[in-house]
């Protein structure tokens, strides 16, 4: 069975950080390329920042700067940095696997930065 479990959302403020983590379960973690995506309310789900098996990640334009994505293969679990907050950084934040056709969603964790 495959699980990925966020952890580490919260309320802070303006300026303010936190540390996203996600720990995967259930599939070959080094080979998958993984991503953290957000959905804001009335908003389509976006891509955030991705890392590949190979370690080259890209990030969404809005959040160069602030937000850094890494993983550690032997812990099988994904991390994302974020710093420099704003409040429209609000959303769920999921964590993503993907190889090839196949794809997998965490539960999600709520981030709200309060202005």
């Known amino acids: 069975q495959v699980q990925l479990v966020e952890s580490g959302g919260g309320l802070v403020q303006a300026g303010g950080s936190l540390g996203l983590s996600c720990a995967v379960s259930?599939?070959?973690?080094?080979?998958?390329?993984m991503g953290w995506y957000r959905q804001a309310p009335g908003k389509q789900r976006e891509l955030v920042a991705a890392?590949?098996?190979?370690?080259?990640?890209n990030y969404a334009d809005s959040v160069k700067g602030r937000f850094t994505i890494s993983r550690d293969n032997a812990k099988n679990t994904v991390y994302l940095r974020v710093n420099s907050l704003k409040p429209e950084d609000t959303a769920v934040y999921y964590c993503?696997?993907?190889?090839?056709?196949?794809?997998?969603w965490g539960q999600g964790t709520q981030v709200t930065v309060s202005s």
């Open positions: 993503n696997a993907r190889l090839y056709t196949n794809n997998y």
């Open positions: 890392v590949t098996s190979g370690g080259t990640t």
């Open positions: 259930g599939i070959i973690f080094s080979i998958h390329t």
